[in-house]
């Protein structure tokens, strides 16, 4: 049987990292060292090693991932494998959601311990990615997964996986819905269906990719915030460039009380989109009074992010900003997201 062409594509992170003489990690390493280090690949797959980058996740920007995005579509590999590292992945993943529709497998995996450790996590990972994109099952349901990400030989939907801790290996998971699949031995077993609809519905509203870059502010919401960064935002000049804001709310959709006039402002001088710092989930709508529970929120213009995590429904809104999407469309594509 003829093996798969593979296409990976290495961006950088813990994953590529080198030590310099004091021992230090520093980036440095391509795609094809991280190939050569997994000689079983060859066995698997028949590669393409392509290094885009050589830098941390935590320095990625847009642009790189919508570049990186076109790379994907324009690629003739029967499966795609990203490496980057693991600080913005839940991020990176799921811009390239947005932005890919292949019907072949296009994977993002990367490491926890760098290759100087014992048990670094990085080749494992990688020929995981690689078992993963050739595995039948995977194969043919594609399309329907849409981008996956494969860390410690668990599959999760781009949608839902986290980073839910910032050093152990162990650090990935999708609280909301579970990993969809496991790597066992060399099968794929499934585990839990991907929500495809509302990618679907999402892509279709966006349409082509493209355009500039939008900044989105992360407004996270701790007890008695006095508001005063928002602002500040609202009263300098040209809201400090910012074109959109996802305010990180309490509980089922709320903000403090003492923020109700500011929040409306802000909801008036641009999209702002109000999406749980539980970690995403489906928010209320309808049940609790006030200005700042979600009904007064609403009311006052505030777009319900539904269940996607505030990274999530910021790398969302300025997917939808840079496609020039108004904030009736905004709130309407925010819609498909429950
Ligand atoms: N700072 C690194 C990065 O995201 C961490 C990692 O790869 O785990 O590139």
Redesign the pocket.
Known sequence: MSRPRIHILAL????A?KPDPSGVMQMGAGADDLVKAVPLLATLADIEAETVSR????SLSFDQIHALAAKIAASTAEGVIVT??????EETAFLLDLLVERDVPVIVT???RNPSLTSADGPGNLLAAVRVACDPWVRAHAQSLGVISVMLDEVYAAADVLKVHPTRLNAFASPQSGPLAALVEDRVVPLGLPVRDAMEATRRKLGRAGGTAQPVALLWMGLDEPGHLIDAMLNASDHLGYRGAVVGAMGGGHIPERLADVAARLAAAMPTVVSPRAGGGPMLRQTYGGPTSEIGLRKAGLIWGGRLHPLKARVLLETCLRAGLQRTAIADLFGAWG
Not at 84 to 89: K, P, R
Request: proline residues 0%; aromatic residues 0%.
């Open positions: 950088g992170g813990t994953i990292t830098v941390g996740s935590h980057q590292g693991t600080d913005t992945l990367a490491a926890m």
